[in-house]
Nanobody, 122 residues
Framework: QVQLVESGGGLVQAGGSLRLSCAASTRTFSTYVMGWFRQAPGKEREFVAA????????DYADSVKGRFTISRDNGKNTVYLQMNSLKPEDTAVYYC???????????????WGQGTQVTVSS
């Protein structure tokens, strides 16, 4: 069982930055691919970014490429999402997920955090 706890959300103006963190309670953190997803009101949860077990490979949704950066620290059991040049359309609840195999869809992930709200004002 893996417990995930997100933090770092908040209210920011368009063009601003936020850094999300997701701490995992597992001794085998490095055996999981970690992903960030988001869900806006009335919409499906969508993929944002994923990072491989060692951090050597990453993938991003087209909507965030060049603005968001995913990273991980296996020594701290934590994955991060640095979000720059935020837009109002980035407003959503952001979730981190963990899966033992590479995946960029919600069904590939076995464990989820409770989510953290990100609100971008125009």
């Amino acid at each position: 069982q893996v417990q995930l706890v997100e933090s770092g959300g908040g209210l920011v103006q368009a063009g601003g930055s936020l850094r999300l963190s997701c701490a995992a309670s597992t001794r085998t953190f490095s055996t999981y691919v970690m992903g960030w997803f988001r869900q806006a009101p009335g919409k499906e949860r969508e993929f944002v970014a994923a990072i491989s077990w060692s951090g050597g490979s990453t993938d991003y949704a087209d909507s965030v490429k060049g603005r968001f950066t995913i990273s991980r620290d296996n020594g701290k059991n934590t994955v991060y999402l640095q979000m720059n040049s935020l837009k109002p359309e980035d407003t959503a609840v952001y979730y981190c997920g963990a899966t033992p195999a590479w995946g960029v869809v919600t069904t590939a992930y076995d464990y989820w955090g409770q989510g953290t709200q990100v609100t971008v004002s125009s």
